[in-house]
């Protein structure tokens, strides 16, 4: 059983999904758009029935609801509005680390085994650790597979050093990993996602370009063999979104 990430052409690439119970880390510079993955990633456990906890350390309910809103993703105020979407706001500043705090909160919120948590980002709670707090990450690790499947956003360093002991202890402990960037090579390429981890389970290599467009969000281009975004007409023809979930306008856009 896969946990479908819902981005167009991603899950082809890992298999089918993440896998269940397992921690994913997405690392990117700021404006990669690992907020934007994690919202797809919840949403599309919304509307397959899961619900989502979204715990954020930057950004409220409100200004989630204007990210998702600008993306035409307006159904993301009626997932908070019902329940289906729990966003949890914390201040870097009042959190001491990874203690259980975080842990209980989830716990107590968790609504059955069909759930989805996202942690954006989990660099300030970890900034601060040394190398040799890796064992503290690898308790917070274990007990959030433990309650379910988990996707937490890392920060790329400015310098590009993995090798930073608050880089390098999410990737060393996460059972998937990828890496998006925006490498500014020119139109084509100027995004691109790599999957540098994938535990027990075979995934694609190399370096694919992406896209962030409205309503679609995050469309991967590896499984297309071009350098272009898939037309809208061989999403619909590959039955990876359905026309009804496209608003008129969009179909402009994407063409
Ligand atoms: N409506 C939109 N259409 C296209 N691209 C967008 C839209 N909204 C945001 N973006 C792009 O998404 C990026 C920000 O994504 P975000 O998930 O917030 O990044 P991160 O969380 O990694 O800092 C920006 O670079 C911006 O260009
Ligand atoms: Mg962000």
Do not use: C
Request: aromatic letters at 10%; proline letters at 4%; zero cysteines.
């Amino acid at each position: 059983m896969r946990v479908k990430t819902g981005i167009v052409g991603l899950d082809e690439l890992i298999g089918g999904g993440f896998r269940k119970n397992t921690i994913n880390v997405i690392l990117g510079a700021a404006g990669t758009g690992k907020t934007i993955f994690s919202l797809q990633f919840l949403i599309t456990g919304i509307k397959n029935g899961e619900k989502g906890i979204y715990i954020s350390f930057d950004l409220g309910e409100k200004e989630i609801i204007e990210t998702a809103s600008s993306l035409g993703w307006n159904e993301v105020e009626d997932y908070i509005k019902n329940g289906d979407l729990l966003i949890k706001n914390y201040y870097a500043e009042t959190i001491t680390l990874l203690n259980s705090e975080l842990v209980s909160f989830v716990e107590s919120n968790i609504k059955g085994e069909d759930s989805r948590v996202v942690i954006d980002s989990l660099t300030p709670l970890i900034a601060p650790l040394s190398y040799e707090s890796r064992k503290d990450v690898n308790w917070f690790f274990s007990k959030f597979r433990e309650l379910t499947t988990t996707l937490i956003t890392v920060e790329e360093p400015l310098n590009g050093d993995l090798s930073l002991p608050h880089v390098s202890i999410p990737i060393f402990l996460g059972d998937s990993v990828i890496y998006l960037k925006n490498v500014g090579y020119g139109e084509a390429f100027n995004r691109t996602l790599k999957i540098i981890k994938f535990r027990a389970s075979e995934h694609a290599e190399g370096i694919f370009p992406y896209k962030i467009l409205p309503k679609l969000g995050i469309v991967v281009e590896g499984t297309y063999k071009t350098e272009r975004t898939p037309t809208l007409k061989e999403l619909l023809e590959k039955k990876i979104i359905s026309k009804e979930s496209i608003p008129k306008w969009i179909f402009e856009k994407v063409k």
